[in-house]
């Protein structure tokens, strides 16, 4: 069955790095777009970035455009978010999801993902 499962997460300093990872399985990761996605305690998950199958990457917040970059490595069926300059605002639980169906190019829209990991915390605090 398809599976997604987050890895990397854990407390950094402000202005930190973390490289998250998303395992997948059970499906054939070259012909899914793979988002990136975040809740911080009471607010709503909200999009980070996406990679679809011809590996274009799109970013859905600006306060991440710049620090967050996502890849994906077929071969290895994993999906990473690298965060760089990690401020206190980034503390969260970030999940990766798998768009809807194949060849479906990335969308911003938590709707159009309908397979989630259970996600792994990030704290970033001094």
């Known amino acids: 069955q398809v599976q997604l499962v987050e890895s990397g997460g854990g407390l950094v300093q402000p202005g930190g790095s973390l490289r998250l990872s998303c395992a997948a399985s059970?499906?054939?990761?070259?012909?899914?777009?793979i988002g990136w996605f975040r809740q911080a305690p009471g607010k709503e998950r909200e999009a980070l970035s996406c990679?679809?199958?011809?590996?274009?990457?799109?970013d859905y917040v600006d306060s991440v455009k710049g620090r967050f970059t996502i890849s994906r490595d077929n071969a290895k069926n994993t999906v990473s978010l690298q965060m760089n300059s990690l401020r206190p605002e980034d503390t969260a639980v970030y999940y990766c999801?798998?768009?809807?169906?194949?060849?479906?190019?990335?969308?911003?829209?938590?709707?159009?993902?309908?397979?989630w990991g259970r996600g792994t915390q990030v704290t970033v605090s001094s």
């Open positions: 999801a798998r768009i809807i169906q194949q060849y479906y190019p990335c969308s911003g829209r938590l709707t159009d993902y309908i397979y």
């Open positions: 059970g499906f054939t990761l070259d012909d899914y777009a």
């Open positions: 990679t679809s199958t011809d590996d274009e990457k799109t």
